[in-house]
């Protein structure tokens, strides 16, 4: 709760962007809750979702526009 994976993001965003990317892809599991709200909150779209025998280990695929 300092704020740690938002740096991280930007800084990710950043760099894609340097790089001439416009479009950033990840994946996340199930069972990540802060990270699955961190995406919700800053405009990531879940694309897929990579089913497993358990739910909380389904593969979270998220796209965001940069």
């Not at 990710?12 to 990270?35: D, H, I, P, S």
């Not at 909150?41 to 909380?56: P, R």
Request: hydrophobic letters at 40%.
């Amino acid at each position: 709760r300092m704020g740690i994976l938002t740096q991280m993001m930007n800084i990710f965003e950043k760099r894609a962007r340097q790089l001439g990317y416009n479009k950033v892809t990840l994946k996340t599991l199930n069972n990540k809750r802060e990270m699955l709200s961190y995406l919700v909150k800053n405009e990531w779209n879940f694309t897929d979702v990579i089913k497993n025998e358990n739910v909380t280990r389904n593969e979270i695929i998220a796209e965001k526009n940069i």
